[in-house]
């Protein structure tokens, strides 16, 4: 069954400080893996896409990272601020069908303390 | 910034009302998408479509109807709401290329609570 786990559910930081939040699956045939950032009241915005030959991405404070023998990634945020308080999901996408089929983890809420 | 709206923002009704969500894109985006939330849950996929008049029921089974008459317009309509509608609404829209699905550009939800 293709299915996407995430942890911790939730986190608490103190700003400045770095957290690093984790993504299983076990979706086959993988084509990628991205990760969004939710804020309360809105919707989700992508921050990273990691497709099977990378292994890291950055994008500003925020670096993913890939394992796709593992099929583990991490998103890993650096020097914190109080507006990375979100939740963070992580959305993998098969290649088993002509859709693109999308499978949701449930969220890392993090929340960041001054 | 995403070019995606949604209205309402938020929707509080009387059961047995009849209620339409609106979203609309301007990226001229064939894929599009309704997603319903639950706190502290995943998206799940209501209904989605490929295109003008094209639209596909989705993962979780919704008494919700959709219709997709232009492009840029895709409403979800609930002929009689009940509690149990309750919940987070969300649209989005992405292009598809070689069988994979792009970005998805999500609206910012509405927040629909049926009393």
């Known amino acids: 069954k293709n299915q996407v786990e995430q942890s911790p559910q939730s986190l608490i930081i103190l700003e400045g400080k770095n957290c690093t939040l984790q993504?299983?699956?076990?979706?086959?045939?993988?084509?990628?893996l991205r990760w969004y950032k939710q804020d309360t009241g809105r919707g989700p915005v992508s921050l990273t896409i990691?497709?099977?030959?990378?292994n890291t991405k950055s994008n500003g404070r925020y670096t993913a990272t890939l394992d796709a023998d593992t099929k583990q990634s991490s998103l890993h945020i650096t020097a914190s601020q109080l507006s990375d308080s979100a939740s963070y999901i992580c959305?993998?996408?098969?290649?088993?069908?002509?859709?693109?089929?999308?499978?949701f983890g449930r969220g890392t809420q993090l929340t960041v303390w001054p | 910034e995403a070019d995606i709206y949604q209205t309402p923002r938020y929707l509080v009704i009387g059961t047995g009302k009849k209620i339409t969500l609106e979203c609309s894109q301007t990226?001229?985006?064939?894929?599009m998408y309704w997603y319903q939330q639950d706190p502290g849950m995943e998206l799940h996929l209501i209904h989605y479509s490929y295109g003008v008049n094209s639209t596909e029921k989705g993962d979780l089974s919704s008494e919700s109807t959709v219709s997709r008459i232009r492009t840029e317009h895709f409403p979800l309509t609930l002929e009689s709401a009940r509690p149990s509608h309750t919940s987070q609404y969300l649209c989005?829209?992405?292009?598809?290329?070689?069988?994979?699905?792009?970005?998805?550009?999500f609206g910012e939800g509405s927040r629909l609570t049926v009393l």
């Open positions: 989005a829209s992405s292009v598809v290329a070689g069988g994979n699905t792009g970005e998805l550009f």
């Open positions: 990691m497709t099977f030959s990378e």
């Open positions: 959305v993998v996408s098969d290649r088993g069908s002509t859709l693109g089929r999308l499978y």
């Open positions: 990226m001229g985006h064939d894929k």
């Open positions: 993504c299983n699956y076990t979706v086959s045939p993988f084509s990628n």
